[in-house]
């Protein structure tokens, strides 16, 4: 799954090539809305909520209404603006072009594009990818919790929403995102070895939960602005986490070998946890 600075990334990028920008074509790889065409719309604003990301289009132009096919029932605003949702979930990425310009992944991977006078944004291998008014994007994000890197980010918020269930191991009370927006499973596994508790500590038995809730606030703010994720600190070519996906490297505080195990049970509560034995009792 992505991490929250990611999808940060992800959406200043297509911010600098979409925001104020007409649409001269859009092309919705995707069933349900292969007939959706909102070119002649203009991009108004491109907002990262949580691992979500949200092109919303039209919406002060007066819009040409709400596309049909798949789309969901309008909520009880009054916008008639739309706005593209997508999802990387795993392998996804959008990548910027001028027109004319070779694709450098393969066209049968791309989901969306949308296109300017000046710039081709190209959604690859997107985990989802839809169009929905914008009046509704609250069925899509309104369940998430404060968003890490938003503006309307409430530690205070998040550490109540994690201390609601306290039996659920740290790591898996971190992804969820009704707790909090943003995190994946690196940053989950990182905190935990940082704050010093195994990933399959119930969260409710952490020592000062706060101090876990301003770390994540702080690592992924830290993070948000650099080219490429590092929690360790150290130069390029040594390693970039302490502990996620280092199963049987040594600890690089302590020299112990990192141990891994399966978290959860059901099917979408069931993540790897990295730990080591020594620095994390
Ligand atoms: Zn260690």
């Not at 509560?269 to 730990?275: E, I, N, V």
């Amino acid at each position: 799954m992505p991490e929250g600075d990611s999808v940060y990334k992800a959406a200043a990028k297509l911010r600098g090539a979409l925001d104020g920008q007409t649409l001269t074509s859009t092309d919705f790889r995707v069933p349900a809305f292969a007939t959706v065409d909102l070119s002649g719309q203009r991009v108004t604003s491109v907002i990262p909520r949580g691992k979500h990301l949200l092109i919303r289009v039209g919406d002060d132009s007066g819009g040409r209404g709400i596309p049909t096919g798949g789309v969901s029932e309008p909520g009880t605003g009054t916008s008639t603006g739309v706005t593209i949702h997508s999802h990387l979930k795993m392998e996804g990425v959008w990548k910027i072009y001028v027109p004319g310009e070779r694709w450098r992944k393969p066209a049968y991977l791309a989901r969306g594009v949308l296109s300017t006078a000046t710039k081709v944004a190209v959604g690859f291998e997107l985990g989802l990818l839809e169009v929905v008014p914008t009046a509704s994007e609250d069925s899509i994000v309104g369940h998430l919790g404060p968003d890490l890197l938003g503006p309307d980010w409430d530690a205070d918020q998040a550490l109540s929403n994690l201390l609601s269930d306290p039996a659920r191991p740290v790591a898996l009370a971190l992804l969820d995102q009704r707790n909090l927006a943003g995190l994946g499973n690196v940053y989950a596994n990182e905190l935990s070895f940082l704050r010093g508790v195994r990933p399959s500590t119930p969260i409710g038995e952490v020592t000062d939960p706060a101090r876990l809730v301003a770390l994540a606030h702080k690592a992924i703010m830290v993070n948000r602005d650099r080219p490429s994720r590092n929690l360790t600190g150290l130069p390029r070519g040594k390693p970039q986490y302490w502990v996620h996906g280092r199963r049987g490297d040594a600890c690089l505080r302590c020299g112990t070998r990192i141990e891994s195990e399966q978290l959860g049970t059901g099917p979408t509560d069931t993540r790897f946890a990295w730990w080591c034995p020594s620095c994390q009792k």
